[in-house]
């Protein structure tokens, strides 16, 4: 069984900082693309950062120059720096990996962690 499990949500203030990071555990042969999606209240899940096994990456518009995702292909680990947060950054955030594992690759998601920034 795979698992995807994230940390470093919280509150802070516009102008802050927060780094989110993601690790994938359980039976994985490999794992190609990593992500970061967010969904805020009332609105759909949205692409915010996407890192390929060979370190391509690719922003929403909304976060460039303000995100960088990265990943550590040792741990199994994806992360997401946010810096200069806006409130409308405010949403849950999930982790997204492609994963090999026993039978098939397939998308696993994490639980998700809250990030909410006050203005």
């Known amino acids: 069984q795979v698992q995807l499990v994230e940390s470093g949500g919280g509150l802070v203030q516009a102008g802050g900082s927060l780094r989110l990071s993601c690790a994938a555990s359980?039976?994985?042969?490999?794992?190609?693309?990593m992500g970061w999606y967010r969904q805020a209240p009332g609105k759909q899940r949205e692409l915010v950062a996407r890192i390929t096994k060979g370190g391509n990456e690719n922003y929403a518009d909304s976060v460039k120059g303000r995100f960088t995702i990265s990943r550590d292909n040792a741990k199994n680990a994806v992360y997401l720096q946010m810096n200069s947060l806006k409130p409308e950054d405010t949403a849950v955030y999930y982790c997204n990996a492609d994963i090999e594992s026993l039978r098939s690759v397939q998308p696993y998601w994490g639980q998700g962690t809250q990030v909410t920034v006050s203005s």
């Open positions: 359980g039976i994985i042969f490999s794992i190609n693309a």
